[in-house]
């Protein structure tokens, strides 16, 4: 059975459907989806859902688009929230330097790091976003030698992912491997042990081909599956089976 590493089932795009899409995902072969939150109010939200669907579980933090618009007190607002049972990481959180518009990179690195270091304190993996900043994203995580966790839609080098992965962190993988044009992270994962890699969606976006462009879901990480299974010239049950047990080993989850 499938799991969903990252998924944001707050967004409006589930609005008409989100309880039916949800309720059904067991029976589209993913048995856990983890729901991430990007602020404040949608990671309040992502914890709702995580209490409604016994498969469901969250994240909270705060992402990089939303790091200017943070009173300074929000580190005391989530805080609280990583304290609750199917909380399982603190993510999204990192540095996107893509967007014209995105918070100045001072900014961004501030929030990076605060959460960086309340996550160390509450022994959580962090969820990391790293979108044209290779660069300062392993600066920061290499100062936090004791924290670990997921560097996730991994855009970077192979050389990157060495260090990475020694550092204890996994690499996750969307439904952009399935894109024709897929180049970099084929690479990776043809490099990659099969102990660091997972799996996601990142639902709404990122739906693989033959979806690619339309909502995406959670049971379209079957691709994403099914791609890797390729790369790696595995069968396909096995790297369900592998990437569902990677996940629930960097996020605590039992049966
Ligand atoms: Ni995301």
Same mark, same amino acid.
């Given at each position: ?103 100045? /990179?001072?900014?961004?690195?501030? @929030? ?6 309340? +996550?160390?304190? *509450?022994? !959580? $993996? ?27 839609c ?20 969307t439904g952009n491997i399935?894109f024709?044009?897929a180049?970099?992270a ?20 990122m ?7 339309? /909502?995406?879901?959670?049971?379209? @990480? ?6 890797? +299974?390729?790369? *790696?010239? !595995? $069968? ?20």
């Amino acid at each position: 059975m499938l799991f969903d590493t990252h998924a944001h089932y707050y967004s409006n795009a589930y609005n008409e459907d989100r309880e039916e899409l949800l309720t059904s995902l067991p029976t589209q072969g993913v048995k856990l989806a983890l729901t991430v939150g990007t602020n404040l109010y949608n990671s309040a939200y992502c914890i709702s859902l995580a209490e409604n669907f016994p498969h469901i579980y969250a994240a909270c933090g705060i992402h990089p688009h939303w790091a200017a618009a943070q009173l300074p007190s929000f580190i005391d607002k989530l805080s609280p929230m990583l304290d609750h049972p199917k909380v399982k990481a603190l993510g999204e959180i990192g540095l996107d330097y893509y967007y014209d518009d995105s918070p100045p /990179r001072p900014v961004q690195q501030a @929030v990076f790091r605060n959460q960086i270091e309340l +996550a160390q304190q *509450k022994k !959580l $993996p962090i969820i990391v976003h790293d979108r044209d900043a290779h660069h300062d994203t392993l600066r920061i995580l290499k100062e936090y030698p004791s924290v670990h966790g997921v560097v996730h839609c991994y855009s970077g080098s192979v050389e990157d992912a060495k260090t990475l992965i020694k550092q204890g962190y996994m690499l996750s993988f969307t439904g952009n491997i399935t894109f024709k044009n897929a180049r970099r992270a084929l690479e990776v994962i043809e490099f990659l042990p099969m102990e660091f890699i997972m799996i996601e969606t990142d639902a709404p976006y990122m739906a693989p081909t033959p979806y690619r462009g339309k /909502r995406n879901h959670s049971g379209y @990480v079957y691709y994403v599956a099914e791609k890797i +299974a390729e790369l *790696k010239n !595995l $069968p396909v049950e096995d790297v369900i089976a592998i990437t569902t047990e990677n996940g629930k080993r960097l996020f605590q989850i039992e049966d």
